[in-house]
């Protein structure tokens, strides 16, 4: 259903990204489809991908901004997100930071430690204003995902440990220019599995029994987001999980009456939407390997080299009944994880031909870099 345009890409300089509109417009449609008439809403997470194209089309599906910098509210400002739609995350706010929130009035701060919320307050104070947060929980979950995706176990950086939740809502409620609306989760990213998120449920749920005791009651939730998506079929699956995800909270989340359930969702809004497309400059033959080697490397899409990711490659110009043989699949950076795919069956490839890496719409163009002097990637769109 959703092709890539191969004609389009013949007479274009590579690499570059390429995002497909249509299948943006229907991913955000879906999960707008599944939220309707339930106290949900969704975030995206700006930093999977701030294409400016792509931020303008999810501001304008209605859908909130999750952010993680100063610079992320910048850009999601200028693409057309309201401020009250914004929740800003993250352990290392700056001052500055902090105040450019203040100054637009977002929706919400995730205070991921106490000295934060301390500064948050006092800052807050200087400019005669009160500050919304939600405070971000360590739930202690192990998502299963890749260690350096895992962000919701007890020994990484992020949040506030169970143990002493009680102390910093306290200590919340006793600052005069903060407003808690509640308590702020995220397990990690590419969860593919629901009983992470199952397991989340059961522990919000326990935690809001143990504060509706003690008479202390949230407007809202938020869980954070971490969806996976399928890199190995991405045609097949061109879209993430999200009925599973959404029934997932629906079946085992109690929300009290009035309270909001939040989500933020990065990757599985906008990977399967984007593809790098790149040209194969040279393929070589060593005495035990065949290379193909692309004018695109870990400098245009890094999570490969950062994450030990795959993603489908696929030759567009080969013809479909074209005999195979096995490569590994390189770019030209200077470095030994600079590599695709080890041992990836493709068509026979040769120089010329046009390779798309697909599923790269997350987490892709905007971790790109410039090392070896090599340009960003530009992007093309599919209308
Ligand atoms: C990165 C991040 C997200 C989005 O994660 P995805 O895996 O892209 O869905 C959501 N919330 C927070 C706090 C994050 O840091």
């Known amino acids: 259903m959703y092709q890539l345009p191969l004609h389009q890409f013949e007479s274009q300089p590579t690499p570059f990204y390429y995002y497909d509109l249509d299948l943006l417009a229907d991913t955000l449609n879906k999960v707008k489809q599944l939220i309707a008439g339930k106290p949900y809403v969704v975030h995206y997470a700006v930093k999977a991908n701030s294409n400016p194209v792509i931020l303008q089309q999810i501001a304008a599906s209605g859908l909130g901004a999750d952010l993680v910098s100063g610079g992320e509210m910048k850009v999601a400002l200028q693409a057309g997100f309201h401020a009250r739609h914004m929740m800003f995350a993250g352990v290392g706010k700056t001052d500055e930071e902090i105040n450019l929130g203040l100054d637009n009035d977002i929706a919400c701060f995730n205070v991921e430690s106490v000295p934060e919320l301390e500064v948050i307050n006092s800052l807050a104070d200087a400019r005669g204003r009160v500050a919304r947060i939600a405070i971000r929980v360590n739930p202690d979950i192990d998502a299963h995902t890749h260690s350096y995706i895992t962000t919701g176990t007890a020994d990484n950086k992020f949040g506030i440990d169970i143990e002493s939740l009680p102390q910093v809502v306290e200590l919340a409620h006793s600052l005069p220019n903060i407003e808690l609306l509640g308590l702020h989760f995220h397990l990690g990213s590419q969860i593919t599995l629901m009983e992470p998120y199952r397991m989340l449920c059961e522990r919000i749920n326990s935690l809001l029994d143990y504060f509706e005791s003690r008479n202390v009651r949230f407007k809202m939730i938020d869980v954070g987001g971490g969806l996976g998506v399928d890199y190995v079929h991405p045609d097949a699956s061109p879209m993430a999980p999200f009925e599973a995800f959404f029934d997932t909270f629906n079946q085992h989340l109690h929300l009290r009456e009035g309270q909001q359930l939040h989500f933020e969702l990065g990757r599985a809004i906008v990977a399967q939407c984007g593809s790098l497309i790149t040209r194969v400059v040279f393929v070589k033959e060593n005495r035990n390997k065949r290379f193909v080697i692309l004018d695109a ?82 992007a093309l769109f599919s209308r």
């Open 297 to 378: 490397g870990m400098t245009q899409l890094v999570r490969p080299a950062l994450y030990q990711a795959h993603h489908l490659v696929q030759n567009l110009s080969a013809p479909v009944d074209a005999p195979t043989a096995t490569y590994d699949v390189v770019g030209p950076v200077c470095e030994s994880s600079d590599v695709f795919a080890h041992d990836e069956v493709l068509p026979v490839t040769s120089r010329g031909n046009i390779i798309a890496i697909r599923s790269a719409g997350a987490y892709g163009e905007v971790m790109a870099s410039q090392y070896n002097m090599r340009p960003l990637p530009p």
